[in-house]
């Protein structure tokens, strides 16, 4: 297949900050590749680097075979961006919005109009047309830009947390447009995430991003069977007592958060009536047992030691305590 993206030891610093940390990985034509991690993990900054929007600090990248850094004009005639946060003119209406980008990209007026009546088609909002963006919904609005962003025919799509702060619903109804982006149109699709489930319906491959590193990098399917099978979290007032009495030969894993122990193993059902069965003879207090699949959440917490949003919680502070230093 052919490479739509080369990324090798990609770094960016910021003073004494390591925003992105070397990192290095390629993406396939067509994939839905996603960089899932906590917000403040580097997954933005990645993307404007690609996007030739920030220069790297150290590292390469190829985006349609095209240098990032020696011809970005190059690389941003291929690409199409939906920013985190919103960029339309909402005092225009969709299709004046849509028609101004096109001329931006000296698309000619005849191709212009059929191109913008076609993704306005695409994504629902042609019988909005005329209406001034500021009366549109949230996920209007995202779809909006995402019309937008297809509007010149790039080969690479890149969307930053393309669902971030809509409901359910419209964000179940974006999904199944960018499937379709991708299945239909044979567009690469990279997009950042913190939702979990964003990324493990949608991506072909994830890369878990954390602190700027890449950490892990391989399919939904095949993180989650890494683990070792099905989670059994056992909550206890003496978590490490549950993790040394369960040496078995059919547990797979086993790990403590907090006051949790998290047990990986094959047909957890089978075994949980043992497991409750050793405690007990051991005298060891059980407080609450479950069982459930494993999730990307579990993937990012088995890997980090911490959920996501305790990480976003890490991160943050991190970045009030180096804005300290920097005032001082």
């Known amino acids: 297949m052919t490479i739509a993206l080369q990324i090798l030891n990609l770094t960016r610093r910021f003073n004494d900050l390591v925003a992105v940390d070397n990192i290095s990985f390629e993406i396939q034509q067509g994939e839905i590749f996603g960089l899932l991690g906590p917000n403040g993990a580097g997954k933005t900054t990645t993307l404007s680097m690609l996007a030739t929007m920030l220069p790297p600090t150290s590292g390469s990248a190829t985006v349609n075979g095209i240098d990032i850094e020696k011809d970005p004009d190059g690389v941003r005639k ?17 299709w004046e919005n849509m028609d101004f980008h096109g001329r931006l990209y000296r698309i000619p007026s005849e191709a212009r109009a059929q191109r913008i009546a076609e993704l306005l088609t695409l994504v629902e909002l042609n019988e909005r047309r005329d ?16 019309a937008r962003g297809l509007l010149h025919h790039p080969v690479v799509l890149f969307l930053d947390e393309p669902t971030l702060g809509l ?18 149109k044979g567009i ?47 909550g206890s007032p003496d978590p490490a007592a549950v993790a040394a009495a369960l040496i078995e030969p059919w547990v797979a894993r086993v790990e403590t ?5 998290i047990v990986s193993l094959k047909n957890a059902d089978q075994h949980v009536s043992s497991i409750v069965t050793l ?4 005298h060891i207090p059980i407080s609450s047992i479950t069982i459930h699949k494993p999730t990307l959440e579990d993937v990012f917490l088995s ?13 943050k502070e991190t970045m009030r305590m180096h804005q300290r230093m920097m005032r001082h």
């Open 303 to 315: 890997f980090t030691g911490k959920t996501i949003r305790e990480q976003e919680a890490g991160i």
């Open 188 to 234: 690469t699709i990279i997009l950042t995430t913190h939702y979990m489930e964003e990324a493990d319906r949608l991506c072909n491959r994830i890369a878990i991003i954390d602190h700027g590193r890449i950490i892990a990098i391989d399919t939904p399917k095949n993180l989650k069977d890494g683990l070792g099978g099905d989670l059994v979290t056992i």
């Open 131 to 146: 209406d001034i963006v500021k009366t549109f919904s949230g996920g209007m609005r995202r779809r909006l830009e995402i």
């Open 279 to 282: 405690l007990n003879t051991r």
């Open 257 to 261: 958060h907090n006051n949790e122990v």
């Open 78 to 94: 291929s690409i199409g961006i939906v920013f985190q946060d919103q960029s339309l003119d909402e005092e225009l209406t969709a």
């Open 167 to 184: 409901d359910p619903q419209t964000r179940n109804h974006l999904w199944e447009y960018i499937a379709t982006l991708a299945k239909e």
